[in-house]
């Protein structure tokens, strides 16, 4: 039974689809103006793993993760680069998307982009305005009376008469009341625009998702889930446009995934403390960088650290240790680990009690390795297909463990010398052996000796 840590209820709940096996999941995807960072990366590795173990228990689900492709930061980036906003925004969705397949995460099942739902945000915004939930001031932009709505703060527990001490009006806003936002950006000269019933201009940021989750999966749907920083105010305004225009509820569980932190801080472009996806994994191989993601649970904060990287490699290594030299075959035995992994993960996705589990695996595959070889690689079997939930563990062992040896050490050479070695050690010319030893350490090579073989990999 699959609970799930609802924000809007601050509880675990029992995870029960509204249409039966069917799940509907709505995540607030990438604003496309720049590289994606580590950050991204984590809210985009968590729903992956929720995918993953939706559909691994059986549901039959529909993920759906936006692109915001208009707003003020891509404006200013692409004059900044002297090129079109599409031609930046283009550039950026590419390098996400490699950032996506080097991270092993699964592309969503919809990818709807801000700027093909215009036609839809005209008329959710003309809904509200009827509605009297939203009004046009006159001056080509249409704000949102947060006032009105009863249910506002309720996600966040956030109150009105708490928000509005401090607010205050811009100079050029025409807003009713300082809590206000904005639904359509009257547009200013030189800007991308398009036509509107209040004039020519943008959607604002929060109307997007709105329009954009609502046309893919429905006036309500199952999961929405985000980073935590999207709380309020995005998700707490995506709420109050959604109910107001439609009358219904809206998501039926909200997941917030937690940040990245560098030094106590949260990783963000804002603060200039992130490190893109592409600048990690140029140091570090992907399945490292993915491992560290998924073995801290989704919600609680990472900080991200040399130190933690090496981490997430020294555990990837064991496992792959323990899959080295055994045959690939279908999962066997190990049915009391299934029902341990399973247990966690239906605990609101329990990375890090899962991640035990196959360390516990691990143990018992290398004490049946020797005695029970056949035992052992069913074993091994397993642990590649729990580690499939998390998105590590397909590869071959030499691989994951030589990874970076080219342009590094001749592996022909490697070869080559321990085949010598192990001639030696037939020979009983230890002596020789030990010189060859020595002569592949000095290389950065690290020997490890089982029954009959040796194998090699890259010293850390």
Same mark, same amino acid.
């Given at each position: 039974?699959?609970?799930?840590?609802?924000?809007?209820?601050?509880?675990?709940?029992?995870?029960?689809?509204?249409?039966?096996?069917?799940?509907?999941?709505?995540?607030?995807?990438?604003?496309?103006?720049?590289?994606?960072?580590?950050?991204?990366?984590?809210?985009?590795?968590?729903?992956?793993?929720?995918?993953?173990?939706?559909?691994?228990?059986?549901?039959?689900?529909?993920?759906?993760?936006?692109?915001?492709?208009?707003?003020?930061?891509?404006?200013?980036?692409?004059?900044?680069?002297?090129?079109?906003?599409?031609?930046?925004?283009?550039?950026?969705?590419?390098?996400?998307?490699?950032?996506?397949?080097?991270?092993?995460?699964?592309?969503?099942?919809?990818?709807?982009?801000?700027?093909?739902?215009?036609?839809?945000?005209h008329?959710?915004?003309?809904?509200?305005?009827?509605?009297?939930?939203a009004?046009?001031?006159?001056?080509?932009?249409?704000?949102?009376?947060?006032?009105?709505?009863?249910?506002?703060?309720?996600?966040?527990?956030?109150?009105?008469?708490?928000?509005?001490?401090?607010?205050?009006?811009?100079?050029?806003?025409?807003?009713?009341?300082?809590?206000?936002?904005v639904?359509?950006?009257?547009?200013?000269?030189?800007?991308?625009?398009?036509?509107?019933?209040?004039?020519?201009?943008?959607?604002?940021?929060?109307?997007?998702?709105?329009?954009?989750?609502?046309?893919?999966?429905g006036?309500?749907?199952?999961?929405?889930?985000?980073?935590?920083?999207?709380?309020?105010?995005?998700?707490?305004?995506?709420?109050?446009?959604?109910?107001?225009?439609?009358?219904?509820?809206?998501?039926?569980?909200w997941?917030?995934?937690?940040?990245?932190r560098?030094?106590?801080?949260?990783?963000?472009?804002?603060?200039?403390?992130?490190?893109?996806?592409?600048?990690?994994?140029?140091?570090?191989?992907?399945?490292?960088?993915?491992?560290?993601? @998924?073995?801290?649970?989704?919600?609680?904060? $990472? &900080?991200?650290?040399? %130190? *933690?990287?090496? #981490? !997430?490699?020294?555990? =990837?290594?064991r496992?792959?240790?323990?899959?080295?030299?055994?045959p690939?075959?279908?999962?066997?035995?190990?049915?009391?680990?299934?029902?341990?992994?399973?247990?966690?993960?239906?605990?609101?996705?329990?990375?890090?009690?899962?991640?035990? @589990?196959?360390?516990?695996?691990?143990?018992? $595959? &290398?004490?049946?390795? %020797? *005695?029970?070889? #056949? !035992?052992?690689?069913? =074993?091994?079997?397993?642990?590649?297909?729990?580690?499939?939930?998390?998105?590590?563990?397909?590869?071959?062992?030499?691989?994951?463990?030589?990874?970076?040896?080219?342009?590094?050490?001749?592996?022909?050479?490697?070869?080559?010398?321990?085949?010598?070695?192990?001639?030696?050690?037939?020979?009983? &010319?230890?002596?020789?052996s030990?010189?060859?030893?020595?002569?592949?350490?000095?290389?950065?090579?690290?020997?490890?000796?089982?029954?009959?073989?040796?194998?090699?990999?890259?010293?850390?």
């Amino acid at each position: 039974m699959l609970t799930i840590y609802n924000t809007l209820s601050k509880a675990k709940e029992v995870f029960k689809p509204l249409d039966g096996n069917k799940v509907r999941m709505y995540v607030c995807g990438m604003t496309v103006y720049d590289y994606c960072h580590l950050g991204h990366g984590r809210s985009m590795v968590a729903f992956d793993l929720v995918t993953r173990w939706l559909r691994k228990s059986g549901y039959e689900l529909t993920y759906v993760r936006n692109i915001t492709d208009i707003d003020d930061k891509i404006i200013n980036r692409a004059n900044e680069n002297g090129e079109t906003f599409d031609a930046l925004t283009a550039r950026m969705i590419d390098a996400m998307h490699e950032d996506e397949r080097r991270l092993n995460i699964l592309p969503p099942d919809q990818e709807p982009r801000a700027t093909d739902h215009i036609a839809g945000m005209h008329a959710m915004i003309q809904t509200l305005i009827d509605k009297g939930y939203a009004y046009a001031p006159g001056n080509g932009d249409v704000y949102y009376r947060v006032g009105k709505f009863v249910g506002y703060g309720k996600l966040s527990r956030k109150k009105i008469e708490d928000l509005r001490i401090g607010a205050r009006i811009e100079v050029d806003e025409a807003k009713q009341d300082p809590l206000d936002f904005v639904l359509w950006k009257g547009a200013k000269p030189g800007e991308p625009s398009w036509e509107s019933p209040w004039g020519p201009g943008r959607p604002g940021w929060h109307i997007e998702c709105s329009v954009m989750s609502t046309c893919c999966l429905g006036e309500s749907f199952d999961i929405h889930g985000g980073g935590s920083d999207l709380e309020f105010p995005h998700h707490e305004n995506e709420i109050a446009q959604s109910e107001a225009a439609t009358g219904k509820p809206y998501a039926n569980a909200w997941m917030h995934c937690g940040m990245i932190r560098i030094n106590g801080e949260k990783m963000s472009k804002s603060l200039n403390n992130f490190f893109t996806i592409r600048d990690v994994l140029e140091k570090y191989h992907p399945e490292v960088v993915r491992y560290l993601l @998924v073995a801290s649970h989704y919600r609680s904060a $990472i &900080n991200y650290s040399e %130190d *933690s990287l090496r #981490d !997430a490699k020294g555990a =990837l290594e064991r496992f792959y240790h323990a899959l080295r030299g055994l045959p690939r075959v279908p999962a066997k035995g190990g049915e009391a680990f299934v029902e341990r992994f399973s247990v966690a993960m239906n605990d609101d996705f329990g990375t890090p009690e899962a991640c035990a @589990v196959l360390f516990d695996l691990v143990r018992e $595959i &290398n004490r049946l390795r %020797d *005695s029970d070889p #056949d !035992a052992a690689a069913g =074993l091994a079997g397993r642990l590649r297909e729990l580690g499939d939930v998390l998105g590590v563990l397909q590869l071959e062992a030499d691989d994951f463990l030589r990874a970076g040896a080219e342009g590094k050490v001749d592996a022909a050479a490697v070869e080559g010398l321990i085949q010598a070695r192990l001639q030696a050690r037939a020979d009983k &010319n230890w002596a020789e052996s030990d010189r060859i030893r020595d002569q592949l350490t000095a290389m950065g090579v690290v020997l490890e000796d089982s029954k009959g073989s040796t194998t090699w990999r890259l010293a850390d």
